[in-house]
């Protein structure tokens, strides 16, 4: 198992309410990466943070939003929940930029949406 | 954007036999190739990569090719096994562009004991 942990594990929320996912990056990790996985899905791409900054985003509208705190923990956060965010939501981390192959999934948090 | 597709959705294979996936792949800058493994409930794991300076590479029962020309690349997996039964991810991307994955749709095989 990798040191990548999510919480909560799932989530039920209504549509136009508003939720907060965390992801803890595994140790000596500056870099995570969000997806969304819709059931029967790959992921989707959703954005990356590097050191506290957003570096590169996917096709998701602005209602996802995220942050990267100074010990390089993430939160996604979604407003305005559709019924369409239903997903399965990953998190992944690396130790830097490149590297691709050093890039550890976390367990997920499954979002459902009613 | 990149658009990554993958076939067969769903593969059935008796134990011991070879087992392949293949993805196709739109944009010639991807330039790495991973392949992950999720088991029901869990988080995907990667188990072999590739990228675009080889045309293969193996690891045991495990082995992808990669045709950049045709931009395509395939999963082989050879004598499989029961605990080999998961949804295989193939994935697309250009290694120094944040590491955004582009993920193909999944195929789900069952190893048939």
């Known amino acids: 198992e990798t040191g990548v942990t999510q919480s909560p594990t799932h989530l039920i929320k209504t549509r136009g309410q508003q939720v907060t996912l965390r992801c803890s990056s595994q140790?000596?990790?500056?870099?995570v990466s969000w997806y969304q996985q819709a059931l029967g899905q790959g992921p989707q791409f959703i954005f990356q943070?590097?050191?506290?900054?957003?570096?590169g985003r996917g096709n998701f509208p602005p209602r996802f939003s995220g942050l990267q705190f100074p010990n390089y923990s993430s939160e996604l956060n979604v407003n305005a929940l559709e019924l369409d965010d239903s997903a399965l939501y990953l998190c992944a981390s690396s130790p830097r930029l490149a590297g691709a192959d050093e890039q550890f999934f976390g367990p997920g948090t499954r979002l459902t949406v009613l | 954007g990149e658009n990554v597709e993958q076939h067969p959705s769903t593969l059935s294979v008796q134990e011991g036999d070879s087992a392949v996936i293949k993805c196709t792949y739109s944009d010639s800058a991807s330039n790495y190739f991973p392949w992950y493994k999720q088991e029901l409930g869990k988080r995907p794991q990667l188990i072999i990569d590739i990228r675009s300076n080889v045309g293969e590479k193996k690891d045991q029962r495990i082995a992808v090719t990669l045709n950049k020309t045709a931009k395509h690349f395939s999963l082989h997996i050879t004598e499989t096994q029961p605990e080999d039964s998961a949804v295989y991810f193939c994935?697309?991307?250009?290694?120094?562009?944040?590491?955004?994955?582009?993920f193909g749709s999944g195929t789900k095989l069952n190893v048939k004991p």
């Open positions: 943070y590097y050191r506290e900054e957003e570096n």
């Open positions: 994935a697309a991307s250009i290694e120094s562009n944040f590491n955004k994955f582009y």
């Open positions: 140790s000596g990790h500056n870099t």
